[in-house]
């Protein structure tokens, strides 16, 4: 067809049929004034090929062309927009900025690729209406970043918004180390190649056993019944301490060491274990016998469903532990994958506040109104007064035995200073404590009344405001969990990505490298826009109209799209008068990726760049 033509040929027909339409009037109209006078323009009065030409509005590829445009206040505007260059429009109110911006060029850029869909994704966009428009030509792709707050939902953060916590998920879950919040120790999951290392360091000769303990899991199966279903197995000896010993013969002949009637999994206390295999550590010992050693391994693992136990033989009764579960000082921790830090879903999701971050609870702000005053001036205004001033004594008096500061203004202290205050010790009862006090006691309206008026929306107790359950916050990456990141300002958060680089491992470091980029251009951007000072826990429906705009316009540098058409409307808006310089720098990596740029805006900065 004719629009499927490349330009050139269509310069050419176009030209061909006028000619002929001349030729075919010329001849038709022999009897006419032949002294009839050309205009001075060049123009032949409508009967030539100059005219004719006028009458064909061909298509510029350097221009995006509007005629007649009607919407709203326009009347029969025509505009030549220029592609690639950062555009802006200007004038005074209720001049129809927004309407040739917004309501002509976007919704006629997002008609035209719903149009381009097919009729069975149409159907779930519904019919766009076309704009009062005569035509638009040579129209991009339209990205529209509008000053408005988008949504209500109180899930909704900055992180969410930039993308940088979608990022910092799956960065978390691939490099994260588990740290135990009894020991401190990194929680390690073994695989069959670490027990295999472990036994190659040994000495040449040593002597060793594959042990694995009886199964906790089915706490009602007594040693008998474990002991004939592991003969059914195929397995036929015991381990205890540096006694091997036949399971027929434990079950034969009555040992006074072993009641079996009683539950399998206590006898793992006395050191009693089940012999996979044995093993000598030798420098000649071929590649076949390593193999069948690490599938005695695999069938330890096996068994006892993540366990596996190393005994030198000669070393005494002393066992070394293996674990291929997340397990460490009695407490078992879940796989380490996206979902377990997206507060979005209930597996990662504080339990107590459903993933919000806050609680209809004690309102903290309320109990310390003034947070320049110490604990002995009385910060804690509930513990004021005859009655609840109780509660403060054995503070004052026993403070110096677990060196609390009582004179140090509540503003100053530390964090674990003030959980401790909260959660109280030994020595004093808590702020939780007395407040519990009070509910238990709700039958007395002074105590009704007392909690009605410190009550109020308050840091969830369980996650400290962090959204996600206890498990997710014991993943740490450079000393840090997701929550310690995501409650600090964003030009503090991307210091921390910039050297994080040079704290992990060759190994950290190649996984993570795709991740660390993405969350460090997106936080550079932000922070060029003037946005470092939010964090990215800040709820998006908290944020001003121009700082949501700034917020889309860092998603979409994060995006790098070419050969697209961008509209913003003032997104200077709340910036100060010395950010703007940066405004307008981002604008033109904007336009340097390959982009057209249509800005309404009032600031008089950016109209000069």
Not at 579 to 603: A, I, S
């Amino acid at each position: 067809t004719f629009l499927d033509l490349p330009f050139q040929n269509k310069k050419f027909l176009l030209i061909s049929r006028l000619q002929t339409n001349c030729m075919a009037k010329a001849k038709n109209q022999s009897t006419a004034d032949q002294t009839q006078p050309v205009a001075k323009n060049g123009s032949d009065n409508g009967n030539g090929l100059l005219a004719g030409m006028a009458d064909y509005d061909l298509v510029d590829p350097a221009y995006i062309s509007i005629k007649g445009a009607r919407t709203n206040n326009l009347r029969n505007v025509d505009l030549l927009i220029p592609k690639n260059k950062l555009v802006v429009v200007t004038g005074v109110s209720g001049s129809g900025k927004s309407s040739i911006t917004m309501d002509t060029l976007y919704a006629e850029g997002q008609r035209r690729y719903v149009e381009s869909l097919s009729s069975y994704a149409r159907q779930f966009l519904g019919r766009m209406k076309k704009p009062d428009v005569d035509y638009i030509r040579g129209i991009c792709p339209a990205i529209a970043i509008e000053q408005r707050v988008t949504t209500g939902n109180t899930r909704s953060t900055v992180g969410s918004m930039t993308e940088v916590y979608d990022f910092m998920r799956l960065l978390y879950a691939r490099i994260g180390k588990f740290y135990s919040p009894v020991s401190g120790e990194i929680v390690k999951k073994h695989e069959v190649s670490d027990v295999i290392d472990f036994i190659k360091k040994q000495p040449e000769g040593t002597r060793g056993l594959i042990l694995v303990p009886f199964n906790k899991k089915y706490k009602e199966r007594s040693l008998e019944q474990e002991l004939n279903l592991l003969l059914q197995k195929g397995y036929t000896r015991l381990q205890y301490k540096t006694e091997t010993l036949r399971i027929e013969e434990v079950l034969e002949q009555p040992d006074a060491r072993f009641d079996i009637k009683q539950p399998a999994y206590q006898f793992n206390e006395q050191q009693l274990s089940i012999l996979i295999d044995r093993f000598v550590n030798a420098a000649d010992l071929e590649e076949s016998e390593w193999m069948r050693l690490a599938d005695s391994i695999n069938t330890a693992f096996y068994e006892s469903e993540g366990e596996c136990g190393v005994q030198i033989v000669d070393g005494g009764t002393q066992v070394v532990h293996f674990n291929n579960r997340f397990e460490l000082d009695g407490m078992e921790f879940p796989e380490p994958t996206p979902q377990l830090f997206n507060y979005n879903n209930p597996y990662g999701a504080c339990p107590t506040c459903e993933g919000y971050g806050r609680v209809l609870g004690i309102d903290r702000d309320k109990v310390v109104p003034d947070k320049t005053r110490s604990v002995y001036d009385g910060a804690i205004a509930a513990w004021k007064g005859e009655k609840y001033g109780e509660w403060l004594t054995p503070l004052v008096q026993q403070a110096h035995k677990f060196d609390f500061p009582v004179h140090t203004p509540f503003e100053s202290l530390t964090k674990e200073q003030i959980k401790l205050l909260w959660a109280g010790n030994e020595y004093f009862g808590g702020i939780d404590a007395f407040f519990k006090e009070l509910e238990s006691k709700t039958y007395k309206i002074q105590n009704r009344v007392t909690l009605a008026r410190y009550r109020g929306r308050t840091v969830c107790p369980t996650c400290d405001g962090g959204r996600l359950r206890q498990e997710a916050l014991c993943v740490k990456i450079g000393g840090k969990n997701i929550s310690d990141l995501t409650s600090v300002p964003l030009d503090e958060v991307l210091a921390f990505f910039q050297q994080l680089n040079s704290m992990l491992s060759e190994h950290d470091s190649q996984v993570a490298r795709r991740l660390l980029l993405e969350i460090n251009n997106r936080l550079h951007f932000t922070v060029e826009l003037g946005l470092g000072y939010l964090t990215l826990d800040r709820i998006s429906n908290t944020l001003s109209g121009g700082e949501t705009q700034r917020i889309h316009l860092t998603r979409t540098l994060g995006s790098n799209l070419t050969a697209s058409m961008y509209l913003l409307d003032e997104p200077s808006v709340g910036l100060h008068p010395r950010d703007t310089g940066r405004l307008v720098k981002v604008l033109k990596d904007l336009r340097d990726l390959g982009n057209t740029v249509v800005v309404v805006e009032h600031e008089e900065e950016v109209i000069k760049n």
